[in-house]
């Protein structure tokens, strides 16, 4: 007996060529930026394209790729940490504050921080999840209490709003070395930031298309009813992602505060919106189920590129932020046109 011609060509078990598997990728945006940028500052700039103007605008995009990733994972989960930012700074005082005027070594110093951001972390996923309120208006509050916490404790343990001396602390060589070293590549000396980056990235990839993790955050940031009812734990889902984004601002508050030695009880305020630009110039949808750890990534370079790049033109540093609005709307626009082109090959 043979099939019917249309069962035959069921579009279930059809193949989707090469070009429009590449279309439909989520990053497929950010990497056209990527390119364009790049073209706009190396032609005009051989500072920028020469090994030494590489590291340098690789740098920053190091520490905010790092947050960009874990926030595009939160993103493609649905929900959002307006936390993370004051949390990297929440991080490095603790971190500078035990060692500097409690004695504690570094290490521990740092796990203590670590303990303290997944805590954090935790209990913001666990109010979103029990209570059903907008991650938006929880992670908000958890803001504030934290900002006040970061300058309440911060005066009144130094009567200043820093707290300095981490190079004299026990410990401090061999992580500073790890964290927040460099190594020599070509004779040029890069950020161990970036290695960080690429690990977390590397990581935070598989997890998304090689993992059962991975199918879970895309259904409960597509269809969180949905993913319950054919088993899948959404709460604990978006409480791990909610403590991925806090393990990644402990990874970036400590780096930082062992390169400068010193932290502000003010650093990391207003970065939290940066890190959610670089997700969505990256493929991330604001509403949740679309995106990648690559993209936001790559959202992370162009980041680095325009803000050294700027610079290195001798521009206004004025000019950075109009960029970066620029972006995001080009960003959100071919995010949306991806996604439709996506649902139309699939239907």
Request: hydrophobic residues 55%; proline residues 2%.
């Amino acid at each position: 007996m043979t099939l019917p011609a249309q069962v035959a060509a069921d579009e279930r078990v059809a193949r989707v060529g090469l070009a429009r598997r590449l279309l439909i990728r989520p990053e497929l945006g950010a990497v056209v930026g990527l390119v364009v940028v790049f073209a706009f500052f190396a032609a005009q700039s051989p500072v920028f394209r020469s090994p030494d103007g590489i590291a340098n605008w690789l740098d920053p995009a190091a520490t905010l790729g790092i947050m960009a990733v874990a926030v595009a994972l939160l993103m493609i989960g649905g929900e959002f940490d307006l936390s993370a930012g004051v949390l990297t700074g929440t991080s490095g005082l603790i971190l500078v504050t035990l060692a500097t005027r409690f004695g504690f070594n570094v290490w521990l110093a740092m796990l203590v921080g670590l303990v303290v951001a997944l805590a954090v972390g935790f209990a913001n996923g666990l109010v979103v999840t029990r209570t059903r309120l907008p991650s938006f208006i929880v992670t908000l509050g958890t803001f504030l209490m934290l900002q006040g916490v970061n300058l309440g404790v911060t005066k009144a343990i130094t009567g200043t709003v820093q707290v300095s001396g981490l190079r004299r602390a026990e410990g401090f060589e061999p992580a500073n070395a790890i964290f927040a070293g460099t190594v020599e590549i070509g004779g040029t000396s890069f950020r161990v930031a970036i290695l960080w980056w690429i690990l977390v990235t590397a990581v935070a990839t598989w997890v998304l298309m090689r993992s059962r993790a991975g199918n879970w955050i895309f259904a409960v940031g597509g269809n969180e009813q949905a993913a319950r009812a054919v088993g899948v734990p959404a709460a604990r889902t978006k409480i791990a992602l909610f403590m991925t984004t806090a393990f990644a601002a402990w990874l970036v508050g400590s780096i930082l505060a062992l390169r400068y030695t010193s932290v502000q009880a003010n650093i990391g305020i207003g970065q939290e919106f940066i890190y959610i630009i670089a997700a969505v110039i990256g493929g991330c949808l604001l509403t949740g189920g679309y995106g990648s750890a690559i993209g936001a990534a790559i959202g992370a370079v162009i980041f680095g590129m325009a803000d050294k790049g700027i610079v290195f033109l001798g521009w206004d540093a004025d000019w950075f932020k109009f960029f970066l609005g620029g972006m995001l709307l080009l960003a959100t626009l071919a995010n949306r046109l991806v996604r439709r082109y996506a649902e139309e090959v699939k239907h």
